[in-house]
């Protein structure tokens, strides 16, 4: 090829970038139109941000969906921020999983607070200090984060899920040290510690294990130990300036964990929503059984059971429920009802899509 057809496709290149600039700017217009429409305080709309992105990935020809899809997760990032600039409260510090997620589901073009701890989240959404929280619900290794769920038990009513999705959870052993030799201390959340435990006992088994907050907590301590490291994602490694010692160090080779995005708003209805809910039922033989028989004669399909312990009674429990329906389906709502009246307490935490990444 002669420099002259490189020069030509370079300028053809050029203009293709000036008409999709052009069609960009035409997008982020009409996306600050449809926000005077939707005036009030929620913009977000997961159901109908899937649905773009599922469309686009669906019409595009010759392109990696992966590519369409984090594009236009940009993109449409970007409109949102236009219409009304979205706080996001999650766990950090930055570069944490919960991080990531917020990345993964919202995009770059949110103004991100970072928290403690998941009962911080809900603190921060119920007094409107951030209109979405990012919380983990469950991991495949080590199963549910039970102190999102109390969490969520404890928070104001007026909270609900709008939407869930998963991110892969790949650990790396980073440290300052360049040997593993030389490490005596591990620092991590005992999520993570959990999800490698088998690699741990075998590649550091005199290692002593100190829990932390978070993984990218755990991180900024190994910056400043010696003989320490910590077990976190490769992005809380880099912005701490660790090397990595080893990767993909967790247990399973699917490793991966749900969030949940909870805030104020309730998400329209959907034919793939799941729906969440939260009961108590009279601690009395056949009352889980009763409680649940309205969702199985109406077909729903459960995908989490999960009791936990009632404040202030002891050996008592309170449920966690997650169904495959919409609130707003006939089915759902007349099992419901049922339920409702056989039970002590139930509350519906939301009924939300999936917010799928290819
Ligand atoms: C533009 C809108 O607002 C937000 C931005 C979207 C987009 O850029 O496509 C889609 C859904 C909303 O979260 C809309 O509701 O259509």
Known sequence: MSNEDLYALRQRIESVDKGMLRLLEERVKLAKEIGKVKGGDCIYDPVRET????????????????????????????????????????????????????????????????????????????????????????????????????????????????????????????????????IEEV????????????????????ARQIPTSSTSFAANLARTTKKSAAICGRLAAKLSGLKILEEGIEDQPYNATRFWLIGRAVARPSERSKTSILFNVAHKPGTLFQALEPLYRAGLNLTLIQSRPLPGNPFEYFFFVDFEGDIESQNVKEALNIMKSRVERLRVLGSYPQIKRV
């Open 51 to 182: 649905e773009v992105i599922e469309r686009l990935c669906r019409l595009a020809e010759g392109l990696d969906p992966r590519f369409v899809s984090l594009l236009f997760r940009e993109v449409i990032s970007f409109c949102r921020s236009v219409q009304k600039p979205t706080r996001v409260a999650c766990m950090g510090p930055e570069g944490s999983f919960s991080h990531e997620a917020v990345i993964s589901f919202l995009g770059r073009f949110v103004d991100v607070v970072f928290v403690e701890n998941p009962a911080e989240v809900f603190d921060y959404v119920s007094k409107d200090k951030a209109g979405i929280g990012v919380v983990p619900v469950e991991n495949t290794t080590e199963g549910t984060v039970y102190s999102t769920l109390d969490a969520f038990a404890a928070a104001e009513p007026g909270i609900s899920v709008m939407g869930e999705g998963q991110i892969p959870i790949r650990l790396v052993l980073a440290s300052m040290e360049e040997d593993m030799a030389n």
């Open 187 to 206: 620092y991590s959340h005992p999520q993570p510690f959990g999800q490698c435990r088998n690699w741990l006992y075998k590649n550091l088994p005199g």
